[in-house]
Structures are given as structure tokens and as C-alpha cells.
């Protein structure tokens, strides 16, 4: 079966102590993002990779850390958590990342949260 | 600059009502618009896209949504409403493969 998945779904975790959620798909998509999604503003993008060893911010890098050392795993690494990353977490995938009218496939997410 | 504006955080309907969640964008070039449906505790799963082909869409679950240009819009309609339809909805923009979405509307369906 063709899917993202991620693990884990949930996680909760202290202030500074490092994780890092795992992202992989079976659908050998070139392109990979992470996402988070925050009450009333919507899922905004926090970096991605159009291939393997190529990655980019997104409108909010900071705090995280991604590889792409295979075309299938894209992990998201906190480095050092803190509460205002309390959120819920999304991988995606697409066949092409340039193309626009690519559909990105979304796994099922992971609920982090930062006490 | 890409931006998507959903009106209406929380809509709802009778089962058997109309649908109607609303989307508008901004985009400098030619837009390619999605929407995306997220159920309790899953991931985002496609409804329909937009890229220019027809501007009617017509999508899973009875969904549709119509671009009009002139409006700037991409609303999206369902003629009857079924309560497994209770879902959070996003409109989302493409550029350069990458998603810029509104704040998302939840759907209420009563019964």
C-alpha cells in the first residue's frame, strides 16, 4: 500500500531534551516537507527536499533540523525542544516538487508536546 | 506573494443542507488550487485540484469546487450533506511545489 508514515504519533517530552520524528514513504517521490499545524493557522511549512542531500527552510525553520540521506526518510530533528513547538506535526511527499499540480500526500501525523 | 484566505472557520449545516465552505487567493502567476479534507486524528487526504484544465472540479465524497478567476475564488460545494462529511477542510495554493494553506473551516454536520 502506497503511504507516509510517521512515527511516533504521539510524544510528549521535556524542554531540551533532543528527538527526532521519522518520516518515510514507499512511493519513491522525489519531494519531501514537514508541516505543522497550529489551531487557526492552518499547516505552514517548515522545510523540504526535492531530492536526496537537497533541502530547504520553509517559512519556519527555526528550531529544527532536517537530512535526506535516502530518498525515502526525511527525519525532523529538535535539537533542543521548546513548549512553543507544542504542535502537530505532518510529513508529505510528491512525485515532482517542482511541478505545482503535483498532489502531496500527507501521513497521518505526530502530536508532539513540550512541557 | 501566494496567499489563500478561507472565510469562516466553523461551519454548520443539516444533514441533507448544502455545503458551501469558501476560498479565496491571491497569486501572481496562474494558480494551482487544492483542497484537502482532515478527519479526527488522521492526516490530510485530497478532495480535488485545480490546474487549469476545467474550471468546474469535481471530486471525492460528492465534493466540487468552481475557479472563477474574476472572483479570485475556489469554493467548494457538496449539494447534500452527510454526517460522516464532520471534518476539518483546507484550501491550499501551489507554487513551486510548495503548499501554502488558509486556516482550514471545520464542518459540523447536525443531525
Known amino acids: 500500500e502506497a503511504q507516509v508514515t510517521q512515527n511516533p504519533r504521539y510524544l510528549i517530552t521535556v524542554t531540551g531534551k533532543k528527538l527526532t520524528v521519522t518520516c518515510s514513504q514507499n512511493?519513491?517521490?522525489?519531494?519531501m516537507s514537514w508541516y505543522r499545524q497550529d489551531p487557526g493557522l492552518g499547516l505552514r511549512q517548515i522545510y523540504y527536499?526535492?531530492?536526496?542531500?537537497?533541502?530547504d527552510k520553509g517559512d519556519v525553520p527555526e528550531g529544527y533540523k532536517v537530512s535526506r540521506k535516502e530518498k525515502r526518510n526525511f527525519p525532523l530533528i529538535l535539537e533542543s525542544p521548546s513548549p512553543n513547538q507544542t504542535s502537530l506535526y505532518f510529513c508529505?511527499?510528491?512525485?515532482?516538487?517542482?511541478?505545482?499540480?503535483?498532489?502531496?500526500?500527507f501521513g497521518p501525523g505526530t502530536r508532539l508536546t513540550v512541557l | 506573494a501566494q496567499s489563500v484566505t478561507q472565510l469562516g472557520s466553523h461551519v454548520s449545516v443539516s444533514e441533507g443542507a448544502l455545503v458551501l465552505l469558501r476560498c479565496n487567493y491571491s497569486?501572481?502567476?496562474?494558480?494551482?488550487l487544492f483542497w484537502y479534507v482532515q478527519y479526527p486524528n488522521q492526516g490530510l487526504q485530497l478532495l480535488l485540484k485545480?490546474?487549469?484544465?476545467?474550471?468546474l472540479v469535481k471530486g471525492i465524497n460528492g465534493f466540487e469546487a468552481e475557479f472563477k478567476k474574476s472572483e479570485t475564488s475556489f469554493h467548494l460545494t457538496k449539494p447534500s450533506a452527510h454526517m460522516s462529511d464532520a471534518a476539518e477542510y483546507f484550501c491550499?495554493?501551489?507554487?513551486?511545489?510548495?503548499?501554502?494553506f488558509g486556516q482550514g473551516t471545520t464542518l459540523q454536520v447536525k443531525p
Open positions: 497569486s501572481s502567476v496562474p494558480p494551482y
Open positions: 512511493m519513491n517521490h522525489e519531494y
Open positions: 485545480y490546474t487549469s484544465a476545467a474550471t
Open positions: 508529505a511527499s510528491s512525485f515532482r516538487g517542482r511541478l505545482s499540480t503535483d498532489t502531496q500526500y
Open positions: 491550499a495554493v501551489s507554487f513551486s511545489g510548495k503548499l501554502i
Open positions: 527536499s526535492m531530492n536526496v542531500e537537497v533541502t
